[in-house]
Nanobody, 125 residues
Framework: QVQLVESGGGSVQAGESLTLSCEVSVHFDNGYCMGWFRQAPGKEREGVAGIDSNGMTVYADSVKGRFTVSASNAKFNHSLYLQMDSLTPGDSAMYLC?????????????????WGQGTQVTVLG
C-alpha cells in the first residue's frame, strides 16, 4: 500500500518562505512522476510543480521563479520537497503531494492514484 505524508505547512507573512516535504512509503522504478498540487476553498485543484524519474521538473506559470521542486530517491522510498519563496496570499491553499507511474510530460496532468492528505499553507498579507 502506497502512503504519502506531507509536512511543513503553516502560516507565514507575505514574502516569507516555507518548505514542504512529502514522504512516499514505496519505491517506484523508472517511469514515475511525483507532484505537488494545491486546492483553495471554492477553487479547483491545480498542479503546482512536479518531477519525474528522469529528474525533469515542471511548474505552473504562477509559481515559476518562486517555487523549487526536488526529490531524493532511496532504495525503498522517495522524498519530495517544495521550496516556496516570496509567498503571496494567493498561494494560500491545502497542498497535496501525489506519486504514480506516468508518461513523460504528464507530471501535472497524470491521473495520480496515490495522494497524501495535505498540509495547509496560509499566507497573511
Amino acid at each position: 500500500q502506497v502512503q504519502l505524508v506531507e509536512s511543513g505547512g503553516g502560516s507565514v507573512q507575505a514574502g516569507e518562505s516555507l518548505t514542504l516535504s512529502c514522504e512516499v512509503s514505496v519505491h517506484f522504478d523508472n517511469g514515475y512522476c511525483m507532484g505537488w498540487f494545491r486546492q483553495a476553498p471554492g477553487k479547483e485543484r491545480e498542479g503546482v510543480a512536479g518531477i519525474d524519474s528522469n529528474g525533469m521538473t515542471v511548474y505552473a506559470d504562477s509559481v515559476k521563479g518562486r517555487f523549487t521542486v526536488s526529490a531524493s530517491n532511496a532504495k525503498f522510498n522517495h522524498s519530495l520537497y517544495l521550496q516556496m519563496d516570496s509567498l503571496t496570499p494567493g498561494d494560500s491553499a491545502m497542498y497535496l503531494c501525489a506519486a504514480d507511474w506516468c508518461w513523460p510530460d504528464q507530471t501535472l496532468t497524470a491521473a495520480y492514484r496515490h495522494w497524501g492528505q495535505g498540509t495547509q499553507v496560509t499566507v497573511l498579507g
